[in-house]
T-cell receptor, first 113, second 109 residues
Framework: DTAVSQTPKYLVTQMGNDKSIKCEQNLGHDTMYWYKQDSKKFLKIMFS???????INETVPNRFSPKSPDKAHLNLHINSLELGDSAVYFCASSLAGSGDTQYFGPGTRLTVL | DAKTTQPPSMDCAEGRAANLPCNHSTISGNEYVYWYRQIHSQGPQYIIH???NNETNEMASLIITEDRKSSTLILPHATLRDTAVYYC??????????FGAGTTVTVRA
């Protein structure tokens, strides 16, 4: 069984479009995260939700809006896509937060043309 | 997070032990040391973590110095599938992991 899953795995789109990436975890965890890995391979936290409540927002442009309908899901919606948004986006979850082990999804490779 | 320093790369022969060092001289008393790895194009994978005592699991061993200023991740019998970027992280009561550049480990046949 997949612990943390993301859809789609690949996403190719034009500049200016709006797109969403979905994430689901079946681990019963309370905290979920979105990370971005750019072409230089550095992984950076974008958002974190604990029990559907936003707890981390790391100076991400407001074109990015996370939504957590329940604690097993954390979706990422991106408006007005730009070339610089091209990256791999990873979802992760942890039991609570505060340094707990995080489990990552397989990633979504977003390419903006 | 406490700052961690790792060598940028290292090679290892298949079947031999791989010893990956990490310096974390500013680590505080209640910060755990975590190790993750990222195999090409996959999501980061948890390996092991520890506070003071040495730890071992099915993947690796973690040796932490008594002063806790450095640690070593040991892959006892490296295989080609262990080729990856290995990250040493010390998150302090924080919801986020700060990934540095890590150590790129290449296991050669």
């Amino acid at each position: 069984d997949t612990a943390v899953s993301q859809t789609p795995k690949y996403l190719v789109t034009q500049m200016g479009n709006d797109k969403s990436i979905k994430c689901e975890q079946n681990l019963g965890h309370d905290t979920m995260y979105w990370y971005k890995q750019d072409s230089k391979k550095f992984l950076k936290i974008m958002f974190s939700y604990n029990n559907k409540e936003l707890i981390i927002n790391e100076t991400v442009p407001n074109r990015f809006s996370p939504k957590s309908p329940d604690k097993a899901h954390l979706n990422l919606h991106i408006n007005s896509l730009e070339l610089g948004d091209s990256a791999v986006y990873f979802c992760a979850s942890s039991l609570a937060g505060s340094g707990d082990t995080q489990y990552f999804g397989p990633g979504t490779r977003l390419t903006v043309l | 997070d406490a700052k961690t320093t790792q060598p940028p790369s290292m090679d290892c022969a298949e079947g031999r032990a791989a010893n990956l060092p990490c310096n974390h001289s500013t680590i505080s008393g209640n910060e755990y040391v975590y190790w993750y790895r990222q195999i090409h194009s996959q999501g980061p994978q948890y390996i092991i973590h520890g506070l003071k005592n040495n730890e071992t699991n099915e993947m690796a061993s973690l040796i932490i110095t008594e002063d806790r200023k450095s640690s070593t991740l040991i892959l006892p019998h490296a295989t080609l599938r262990d080729t990856a970027v290995y990250y040493c992280i010390a998150p302090l009561g924080d919801y986020k992991l700060s990934f540095g550049a890590g150590t790129t480990v290449t296991v050669r046949a």
